[in-house]
């Protein structure tokens, strides 16, 4: 097995728990379109292929009009961009991990399906944007999550080649994507899965972001 050489890691669901100023923003844009309100739960059902996708599903689940989806994708952005950090919050151990694995000399990139300025603005009001050396956007490139693209585009930034890398995510986009950048996969018990998580396809399942750290200091070694 070749050492690992840098962790890429899916931003919501698997940093930060962003549901709660998601389901703020979702509300906010439905209320202004006289549509019903969203639960958390359903938010989480809804969250893990963008803000675009995000959109739809609540105004497909909420009976409202998806002919004017890019224009109440754009009034969504705005209302998020002013929004995106109230409640948004990094899962337990998040800093201590990424700074542990900072110490042992890993690149570390984020690869999320969110808006890259969203993505920026959360990274940096919780004090964790220096502990990534690259961000993609889930508007950086054409493609998202499941597309390798995205991942492949961070690791050539990094230098690093797919067989010496990890990436961790909450949802089968991750794992996928993954999959099909051929860099290994690892996916959190906790976040927004559609799906179970034993049933992702992930070669390792973590219950918090500390648990990675044994499984990367095996890896490390050369
Ligand atoms: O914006 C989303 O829907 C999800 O973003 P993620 O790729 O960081 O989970
Ligand atoms: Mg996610």
């Given amino acids: ?23 703020n923003a979702t509300n906010a844009l439905l209320a202004e379109e006289g549509l019903r309100q969203v639960s958390l739960a359903e938010v989480k059902s809804m969250i893990g292929d963008g803000a675009a996708k995000l959109v739809e599903r609540a105004i497909v689940a909420t009976g409202g009009d998806p002919a004017r989806l890019p224009e109440l994708v754009a009034r969504f952005l705005k209302i998020y961009a002013a929004n995106s950090s109230c409640h948004t919050e990094a899962y337990p151990g998040v800093p201590q991990t990424l700074e542990s694995l900072k110490r042992l000399g890993l690149p570390l990139a984020v690869v999320t399906n969110k808006p890259y300025a969203a993505t920026i603005d959360i990274l940096e009001s919780l004090g964790l944007r220096g502990f990534f050396d690259t961000v993609v956007g889930g508007d950086t490139l054409p493609e998202r999550k ?35 950048a051929g860099v290994r996969a690892c996916a959190v018990t906790y976040g927004y899965s559609h799906k ?20 990367i200091e095996g890896a490390t070694a050369a």
């Fill in 196 to 215: 179970p998580h034993a049933e992702l396809g992930a070669d390792r399942l973590i219950d918090t972001m500390p648990d990675l750290l044994p499984i």
């Fill in 146 to 180: 499941p597309h390798p693209a995205p991942v492949l585009m961070a690791l050539q930034r990094l230098g690093v080649e797919p067989e010496a890398a990890l990436m961790i995510g909450d949802n089968y986009h991750d794992v996928q994507a993954a999959r099909a």
């Fill in 1 to 23: 097995m070749i050492p690992l050489k840098a962790i890429i890691f899916d931003l919501d669901g698997t940093l930060v728990d962003s549901a709660r100023d998601l389901q």
